[in-house]
């Protein structure tokens, strides 16, 4: 199993950082007392040296997540368009299933018809013409 690996704040790296450049601890002293590895502290100044170790680059990871993640909502609303578009799709398709007499809906519509109420009620009359 692995080491777990330790994540320090912006501001602790720049403190750390002052102090060394400042002169008042050694690379040495700060290692030993916050059991840091050297390559870590040296790493950090060499950040802090560049600019890189500022606010800022907080705001530009929260700026890469923020990118990161208007590209999955971008990404879950073309799922969402479309799941509503294969929805549409198989309304009409039943709505067309149920219009169109096929094989597969044939005993849907094999029931027999209702007689209108007219046509139940004539009555033939055998009897005597009229001329």
Known sequence: MGKIRRKFDVQFKIRICETVRGGLATISEICREYQLGRNVVDRWLAAFDDGRLTEKSQER????ENERLKAKVGELTMQIDVLKKIDDWKRRERSVASSIITEENLDQFQRPAKQPASQSRRTTTK???TR
Do not use: I, T
């Open 61 to 64: 990871e929260l700026e890469r």
């Open 127 to 129: 009897g005597k013409r």
